[in-house]
């Protein structure tokens, strides 16, 4: 019941801010071009506002998830018109708040004290307002500036019905569309559903913005704000507020001459250091949540908020992806190919010189270009319809790594429109490989696992003894097992044999007697003929 109300609202939705106009003119089948015609609201409800601000109040009027969706879109500036694109950056931190009173109220129940002994200073009006929550400026006893950050009320009951329309979707798509198992849209949503509502626990946030800020402590090309424990619960964050200009804000950043290609270009460094070398990543690096320090605007700092969303990796994902980007970056397509047999993102049965033929057929066009106007989106894209012919499998562990790459890239282009993403990613991998593979790794690594090995070193040789009595047990019982079989079938050959004669005797007889022509046909047939029948039917009783 759930799922249909909300599939209504989102029927609504699209009725009220005619959303069926943004696929006028596209080349569809007939069939839904003429569904389209055939809506009533066609001719009921005008069109009047642009296309960008009814996507983006359509996206509103959804909530959280699909607010979510449209900041995604609005980073990428090559897929988007302009018009829809800055509408959609609206979306970052524009979104219609909640009451500032309801906010307090909020405030005071989890933290058990009224918000006049807990800050010197408050204001209810929002800072700024998101999908999720909100924030409102505050000032510490000690007149340390902050921000509190607020979950909005009753915003979990509205994501459970969003994310059972998203799964009630996946099914159907997984059930009727060709390319649905492969996809796995089911766990898609799945690993969605983990990461929003993880963004809903702000311990969760304060948490991992503690380790980013370890992780970052003293760079100077990116800053993360102090967490505040003791003003932090489950729905309510309190963190240091950061004083900067917002990365989308490009006539600010100009006004005060910041180097805006070293901008984009530690924009891609912060990305491969927190993937590669800390595999610890922000996962939500939309225009909404990155600022620039107003200091040393030659040499630019980035400040980064909202640590809800975050991702990792395996070591053996990290490896697979530096391959995959250094072969790339080479033109290396067998390389390509081989790595993702590998890896298992293919069936390890697929063609790779196949494989390799498709995908270099999909990326050669595209290197044809100057790297400076290569988007790796398109390579992302390009490979993602080449992938249905060999069975490739969404990898959700991924999703939120393939997402942050495509926010970095439409906003490191948006900064610096000749930003060489290949160029600048490639020196930094290269390293990481150097680091990861080279003899310092072999000494690191046996480093830290000699104190394992030393411990089970006294083990080890009755962990032996043990593993060649489970071979032998194994041997023994697999050659049980194959003269019990053997045994099995030559018994039921057996009690078979005789209804085999009798059969074949019914089916001679039968057509024998079938007809008094029929026996002086057969009694015609030379000796050699019934040698060979005989022989015949031996080998078929034998078998």
């Not at 499998?393 to 439409?410: A, C, H, M, R, S």
Request: with cysteine; aromatic share 10%.
């Amino acid at each position: 019941m759930k799922r249909l109300l909300r599939s209504l609202k989102i029927l609504r939705v699209v009725a009220r801010y005619r959303l069926d106009t943004f696929f006028d003119g596209l080349n569809l089948p007939f069939s839904l071009r003429l569904l389209l015609l055939l809506l009533p609201w066609r001719y009921v409800i005008p069109a009047e506002q642009p296309r960008g601000a009814r996507l983006r109040l359509a996206l509103e009027a959804l909530g959280p998830v699909f607010i979510k969706f449209g900041q995604m879109l609005s980073t990428r500036r090559d897929l988007l018109p302009d018009d829809v694109a800055e509408e959609l950056k609206k979306l970052q931190d524009q979104v219609p708040p909640f009451e500032g009173r309801e906010a307090q109220r909020i405030i005071e129940q989890a933290l058990g004290h009224p918000v006049k002994q807990l800050f010197s200073s408050f204001e209810q009006q929002p800072l700024a307002s998101a999908s999720v929550a909100q924030v409102h400026k505050a000032t510490l006893e000690d007149g340390r500036d902050v921000v509190v950050k607020v979950i909005r009320p009753g915003i979990d009951r509205t994501i459970q019905k969003d994310v059972a329309l998203l799964y009630g979707i996946a099914e159907v798509v997984q059930a009727i569309w060709a390319d649905g198992r492969r996809l796995r849209p089911v766990e898609v949503v799945a690993e969605y559903e983990q990461t929003i509502f993880d963004e809903l626990d702000l311990r969760k946030e304060a948490a991992n913005g503690s380790q980013l800020h370890r992780n970052f402590a003293g760079s100077d090309i990116l800053y993360i704000p102090e967490i505040f424990w003791d003003y932090t619960r489950s729905n309510v964050l309190v963190m240091e507020r950061i004083h900067g200009i917002p990365v989308a804000d490009i006539a600010q950043l100009e006004a005060q001459n910041t180097d805006m290609k070293k901008l984009a270009e530690r924009g891609v460094e912060i990305f491969f250091t927190q993937v590669f070398r800390d595999s610890f990543f922000h996962a939500d690096m939309h225009p909404g949540n990155i600022f620039v320090s107003r200091e040393t605007p030659h040499s630019p700092q980035y400040i980064a908020v909202d640590f809800g969303i975050v991702g990792s990796l395996t070591p053996e994902d990290q490896s697979y992806l530096a391959r995959n980007f250094l072969a790339f970056f080479q033109r290396d397509y067998r390389q390509v190919a081989q790595l993702h047999v590998d890896s298992g993102w293919v069936p390890s049965d697929t063609n790779v010189d196949a494989f390799e033929t498709a995908i270099r057929s999909v990326c050669e066009p595209i290197f044809e270009k100057p790297l400076k106007e290569i988007s790796f989106g398109q390579v992302l894209l390009g490979l993602f319809q080449t992938a249905r012919r060999f069975n490739m499998e969404v990898q959700p562990q991924l999703v939120l790594l393939q997402k942050t790459l495509l926010n970095i890239e439409g906003l490191g282009r948006q900064l610096y429109p000749e930003l060489d993403l290949w160029k600048t990613a490639k020196p930094f991998l290269e390293g990481w490989m150097k680091e990861r593979m080279g003899p310092k790794a072999v000494y690191r690594s046996i480093k830290q696992q000699a104190p394992d090995w030393l411990e089970k070193m006294p083990h080890m040789p009755q962990l032996v003894f043990d593993a060649l009595n489970q071979v032998r047990r194994l041997d023994d019982n697999r050659l049980r097992d194959q003269r019990a079989y053997i045994a099995a079938r030559d018994q039921l050959a057996r009690e078979r044999r005789p209804k085999r004669y009798l059969g074949i005797g019914l089916l001679c007889a039968g057509f024998v007697l079938a007809d008094p022509e029929t026996l002086l046909w057969v009694q015609s047939f030379p000796a050699s003929s019934w040698v060979l029948m005989a022989g015949g039917i031996w080998l078929m009783l034998r078998k």
